[in-house]
Each structure stands twice: as structure tokens, then as C-alpha cells.
């Protein structure tokens, strides 16, 4: 599903220079949940935005379910953006203005469907998430583990087989955090491709493979990563 091959990517920040990628491959296979896991500062948002094409590699290859991602065009790349990428943030990131319902059904004005569709897959996003009943609520008046479930409808109402999630339960107490851990595991049994940013090795553990960000580079275990 994920091809990601020697990537590499440069910041110059005044007279230093960070090498936020270095030599960095990974291969995710579909329905695959796998955790990106990594201290601040390790590269590991970073790559969340080139799997998200939110930006580039200075060099190396990323190929996003069959399509070479270097290829694209700013258009297409938002297109991928809409429909083979599902989003999870960990500020949420909705609308207080709006309902939970209208909050799902806002991205897929991009994919250009008729208002009824899109209140139909808003809909059965909401009910796939155990939140049909709180549908007309603002976020105001949801609670924080709430709002995080209405961003994962959000995510699923796009219909991608790909969800991106960057520190899914940052913002969450513990119980709330596990029931939002546990329905990300529920999705990559129905066969989502999960890729979870995390810092916490807990929550990392919880993925079927984890992988370990330090000064741009992965490693498939923690010990090697700090042998670096």
C-alpha cells in the first residue's frame, strides 16, 4: 500500500542544517497497522507529512497505492489527499460553528458528491463510530474522547482504505485515549491501513509492527535505534 524508498529530506535552519530524513525506507502492506514511533525533534512528523503529501522529499521515491507520488501535480495531490488518506489529528481540528454531522461531511465537498451522498456517508461514518445518536451535536458539546471519534468518522467518510493517525490520543485522558486506541484497532481488523504517529511507546506497542524514528532514520527496534 506504502512504498516509501531512500527519502530524504534537508531543513537549513540559520547556520544549521537538520537532516529531518536521512536514508529513510518503509514498506506498509495493506491492512497493516504499523506505529511510527519517535521523540521530538527524531524526523517522525516529518514523515507523517510526505505519507500524507503534505510535502515532499528532497530525493527517494514514495509510491501511495500504485501512484508515484513525486509524479503528481498540486491538484492531483490534493485529490489523494481526499480519498486515499483518512486523517486523525490530535487537536481534532473541527468546526465548533458546525454539528458532528456537518463536521464529516465538509471534506467531501472536494470529491465533488451531491449533498445527499454526502450526508449519507457522513451518516454511516458517525454510526461506524458509536456516534449516530450525538450526529447534531457541536463539538462544544462533545467530550474530548468524542470529538476525537467524530475526527475519525471524518477520516472514514472518505471512503480511503488509508488512515493517518498523528498522536491520536495526545489530547485525551486514559480512558478515553484506550477507547480511541481500541477502535483504531477495530478498523485495522476490518482491513484499514493504519499508520499511527506516536511519541509514547505504550501506545506503540499496541500497532502490529512498530517503527523507530532517531535524527531521520527507521529502525525496526528500539535497541538499534538507540545503538545510533
Known amino acids: 500500500m506504502l512504498i516509501l524508498e531512500h527519502l530524504y529530506k534537508t531543513y537549513y535552519v540559520g547556520d544549521e542544517t537538520v537532516h529531518a530524513l536521512d536514508d529513510a525506507s518503509l514498506h506498509v502492506k495493506p491492512a497493516e497497522f504499523v506505529a511510527i514511533c519517535g521523540p521530538s ?32 501535480s498540486d491538484n492531483e495531490l490534493s485529490m489523494i489527499r481526499s480519498e486515499k488518506i483518512g486523517f486523525v489529528f490530535q487537536q481534532f481540528n473541527l468546526l465548533d460553528s458546525m454539528s458532528a454531522l456537518e463536521n464529516v461531511e465538509l471534506p467531501l465537498i472536494y470529491q465533488k ?16 463510530v458509536g456516534l449516530s445518536n450525538r450526529m447534531l451535536h457541536r ?4 467530550s474530548g474522547g468524542q470529538q476525537q471519534r467524530v475526527a475519525i468518522a471524518r477520516a472514514l467518510a472518505s471512503n480511503s482504505r488509508v488512515i493517518l493517525a498523528d498522536e491520536p490520543t495526545g489530547n485525551l485522558d486514559s480512558k478515553s485515549g484506550n477507547d480511541v486506541m481500541r477502535m483504531i484497532q477495530r478498523l485495522s481488523s476490518e482491513g484499514y491501513t493504519i499508520v499511527l504517529i506516536t511519541h509514547n511507546e505504550e501506545i506503540a506497542r499496541q500497532a502490529q509492527r512498530t517503527v523507530y524514528v532517531r535524527d531521520g532514520r527507521l529502525f525496526r527496534s528500539l535497541e538499534e535505534a538507540e545503538q545510533l
Request: proline share 4%.
Open 41 to 72: 525533534g527524531s524526523g517522525k512528523t516529518t514523515l507523517m507529512n510526505v505519507i500524507g503529501c503534505l510535502d515532499q522529499p528532497d530525493s527517494g521515491r514514495y509510491i501511495l497505492d500504485g501512484v508515484d507520488v513525486a509524479e503528481c
Open 113 to 128: 458528491l451531491s449533498q445527499k451522498e454526502r450526508i449519507e456517508r457522513a451518516k454511516a461514518a458517525l454510526d461506524q
Open 139 to 142: 463539538p462544544s458539546q462533545l
